[in-house]
């Protein structure tokens, strides 16, 4: 493609990395247009059913689509709560 519109669905939590991702596929293709769309994980599903993206993001596979899927950010969940003041100590999270 070197025209047209590259139209991107992703949940909400890409909502924080896929703008860097686009604004690079961006500079490397000026040309193109890029539409994301940030929305819930179902919304991206239908995006894709009624062809009306091009591509999405999401973080658990949904194997009732027929579709590739290309690992290519690791996502690890953490906890994580801040020092006590001074104390360099930790309060149990009570998990």
Do not use: C, W
Not at 10 to 29: C, N, Q, T
Request: aromatic content about 10%; cysteine-free; charged content about 20%.
């Amino acid at each position: 493609m070197k025209t047209g519109t590259l139209n991107v669905s992703v949940v909400s939590s890409a909502k924080y990395f896929m703008p860097h991702i686009l604004g690079k596929f961006r500079e490397k293709f000026p040309q193109i247009k890029v539409k994301l769309e940030v929305s819930k994980r179902l919304q991206v599903k239908h995006h894709f059913l009624e062809n009306k993206t091009d591509f999405g993001s999401y973080s658990v596979i949904d194997n009732s689509i027929q579709s590739e899927h290309v690992n290519f950010l690791d996502n690890p969940l953490v906890l994580m709560q801040l020092l006590i003041q001074n104390t360099q100590t930790f309060q149990p999270l009570g998990v």
